[in-house]
Nanobody
């Protein structure tokens, strides 16, 4: 099992930026796809972005495409989510997760992710 620890959340005004980080334990980070998801109050958790193990493939939810960028540094066992042009509707707890199967790229399929972090709160004020 891999432990994931998100950081970088906070309070920002609309139009601002934040960079989330997700640090993973273990030595197999580079074998797995990683994903970012979010859950707003009263809503179900939803897909935000995903990245394949060597950063060849990335996918984004339609609502964040062009504003958010997912990246990873396998040497640091860390995946990032750069969030620009933030909107109040981006307010949520953001979670990172690891793909279940090594060498697989599940894209936005939430059921194919595991080892969820504890989440980091992002609040965007209008």
């Amino acid at each position: 099992q891999v432990q994931l620890l998100e950081s970088g959340g906070g309070l920002v005004q609309a139009g601002g930026s934040l960079r989330l980080s997700c640090a993973a334990s273990g030595r197999t980070f580079s074998s797995y796809a990683m994903g970012w998801f979010r859950q707003a109050p009263g809503r179900e958790r939803e897909f935000v972005a995903s990245i394949s193990r060597r950063s060849i493939n990335t996918d984004y939810a339609h609502s964040v495409k062009g504003r958010f960028t997912i990246s990873r540094d396998n040497a640091k066992n860390t995946v990032y989510l750069q969030m620009n042009s933030l909107r109040p509707e981006d307010t949520a707890v953001y979670y990172c997760a690891r793909g279940i199967y090594a060498y697989d790229y599940p894209g936005g399929r939430e059921s194919s992710y595991t080892d969820w972090g504890q989440g980091t709160q992002v609040t965007v004020s209008s």
